[in-house]
Nanobody
């Protein structure tokens, strides 16, 4: 079992950058593939990015490709999401998730553990 806690959210102007972190407050991340998801007000939760258990396979939603980068540091028990060229439509609560499987998934139903989320607001 693992407990996850996100940090790094905040208010940023369009075109700016933020780096989100997801730390394991209990347990370790190395057995898990990980994902980032986001949910904007009035919208369903959507997949943002995923990374395999060993970090060798990455996948992204089309809307964030070339702008966001997911990474995982098993030694630090931390998952990251580097976000650049942010747009107002990126405004959402961002959550990290873990699944005890080799590869990540774009479906939120495939994840076993979730953090509580961190708010990202991009102003125009």
């Amino acid at each position: 079992q693992v407990q996850l806690a996100e940090s790094g959210g905040g208010l940023v102007q369009a075109g700016g950058s933020l780096r989100l972190s997801c730390a394991a407050s209990r347990g370790i991340l190395s057995p898990y593939a990980m994902g980032w998801f986001r949910q904007a007000p009035g919208k369903e939760r959507e997949f943002v990015a995923g990374i395999s258990r060993n970090g060798g396979y990455l996948n992204y939603a089309d809307s964030v490709k070339q702008r966001f980068t997911i990474s995982k540091d098993n030694a630090k028990n931390t998952l990251y999401l580097q976000m650049s060229s942010l747009k107002p439509e990126d405004t959402a609560v961002y959550s990290c998730a873990a699944r005890q499987f080799r590869l990540s998934s774009a479906s939120s139903h495939d994840y076993d553990y979730w953090g509580q989320g961190t708010q990202v607001t991009v102003s125009s």
